[in-house]
């Protein structure tokens, strides 16, 4: 099988070549529903899908559910989903994106990909509770409230993985004001002022 590298995970032609329909997508649809900052879509490869794919490599092994929050153009649930359709094809994946427009991108890209995720076009506050064992989110909002969402939507026993800007040590401290947990901090691969955190033994003081 002929494979390609993407953030350091070993994929097949066939899943490159969805991703890279993803891509086009994307691009096809940003002027109208501005998905990503323009600015970003000459080097969409780099800044949206690998810096998602990483996300993927760090994600704890034997997970069933996954979530991702305020998906938006699908960085990083829908990609984590479209690699997840080879490396783990039992994971099952959620996105939630409130915005009706940027929802049904989200579900034409997966109709597209034949990828079978589902797509809640609700508040986060607002669903019924997921379970899931892993809670992702990018540019979404401060820790303390992601931390705020996870508590109502996590499985017991699961985590959460959040991308993080220069900023995170400030939201680390004011979010341990309220909470408690551990944590584990990963650089990232796509922009060296950027963090991934993977946050277990989530509860509140």
Known sequence: ??????????????TLERL??????????NP????????????AWQRHFVDSAQVFSLAPKHIRHWADFGSGGGFPGLVCATLAKELSPELRFTLVESDQRKATFLRTVARELNLEVEVLSQRI???????ADLI???????LP?????TERHLAPG??????????????IAESLESWRFTYEEYPSVTDRESVILLIGDIERV
């Open 1 to 14: 099988m002929n494979t390609q590298t993407i953030a350091g995970l070993d994929v097949s032609r066939e």
């Open 20 to 29: 890279e329909t993803y891509l086009a997508l994307l691009k096809k649809w």
């Open 32 to 43: 109208a529903i501005n998905l990503v900052a323009k600015s970003t879509l000459d080097q």
């Open 125 to 131: 506050e607002q669903i019924t509770p997921l379970g």
């Open 136 to 142: 992702s989110a990018r540019a979404l909002a401060s």
């Open 145 to 149: 409230k992601l931390l705020e969402f």
């Open 158 to 171: 699961g985590h959460a993985i959040f991308m993080k800007g220069m900023s995170f040590r400030e939201e």
